[in-house]
């Protein structure tokens, strides 16, 4: 059993979702930059949630913002979600960025999906 | 009541793994102290910034160097100290996997209620932070975290917004 999944949901058809759960820091890092591809690279708009992470470090926001790059550079929706009671471990590193208005960083994962979808295809 | 905790000292390989080890080993400490949830959250982040520096920085791929950790409490709070036995802070072999974001120490700066970094070329590189029990600021307010990401992906301490 892994402890601290990243898994793909594909429920919502055209927009999939990088589920992010527990903590991850430089050793899971990897292993997200190859969710975030898979995600990617089916071309549709891409979700990552972060509602049941508990901590993430700047590792995690390099590969998070890597990932919004290549979204831009596509054409392709991509926002981060982390639910309405996020983790100080997740919430005070994307403050103090000031990553937020960025990645962008939204509460909800419907309001997620469907903030993924629309950005899907717009010019960026 | 001032709680007994005996300074705690770790040496471990320096390797991606060992990081969760060391915020674990943080949190057992830090459970037997009495510290809000919020300056808790900072001492992880800021101890994990610093060994992911010793991970990617330290060491080049050949040399699989120590991670050390010292974690000793007083009367005012809690000062940890990472430290390797590397070739200084250098770009080095940050090529493993990815980039390095650059966001390390400006991350323990704000997050820490005192920040030092001693090193000289060719003596390691040792962290020491400070975290208090009873903060008076906000260290993300006193030492804010400049710039935003840079046109190459890394961290750009001067750009006032993202260029990318």
């Keep these: 059993m892994d402890a601290n999944p990243i898994v793909l949901d ?24 190859d969710r975030l591809d898979e995600a990617l690279a ?17 590792s995690v ?34 403050d103090v960025t000031g990553l937020v208005p960025v990645l962008p960083v939204v509460g909800g994962l419907d309001e997620a999906i469907t903030a993924a979808r629309s950005a899907s295809g717009a010019p960026s | ?10 040496s471990l390989p320096a390797r991606a793994e060992g990081v969760g080890v060391v915020r674990q080993a943080l949190a057992g400490v830090a459970d037997a102290l009495v510290f809000d949830a919020a300056v808790l959250a900072d001492m992880k982040m800021a101890v994990t910034e610093a060994c992911t520096n010793v991970v990617v920085h330290a060491y080049d791929e050949r040399d699989e160097g120590s991670l050390e950790v010292e974690m000793a409490a007083d009367d005012t709070g809690l000062t940890i100290v990472v430290r390797d036995q590397g070739a200084g802070m250098q770009q080095g072999s940050a090529g493993r996997d990815a980039p ?13 209620d005192g920040f030092e970094l001693h090193g000289d070329p060719g003596e390691g590189t040792e962290v020491r932070m400070s975290f208090a029990y009873e903060r008076r600021v906000d260290p993300a307010t006193a030492n804010p975290v400049q710039g935003s990401i840079g046109a190459d992906g890394r961290w750009d301490a001067d750009a006032d917004q993202p260029q990318v």
């Design chain 1, 42 to 58: 089916r071309g549709g708009g891409v979700v990552v949630d972060l509602t049941a992470a508990t901590f993430v470090d700047s």
């Design chain 1, 61 to 94: 926001l390099g590969a998070l913002l890597d990932a919004r790059r290549r979204a831009l550079d596509a054409g392709q929706g991509y926002v981060v979600c982390v639910g309405a009671q996020v983790e100080p471990g997740v919430q005070r590193i994307l």
């Design chain 2, 1 to 10: 009541m001032k709680a007994l905790v005996p300074e705690v000292r770790l």
């Design chain 2, 100 to 112: 390095a974001l650059g966001l390390g120490l400006p991350l323990i700066a704000a997050l820490s």
């Design chain 1, 10 to 33: 594909e429920t919502a058809n055209d927009v999939i979702v990088v589920v992010v759960e527990g903590e991850h820091d430089i050793y899971t890092a990897p292993t997200l930059r």
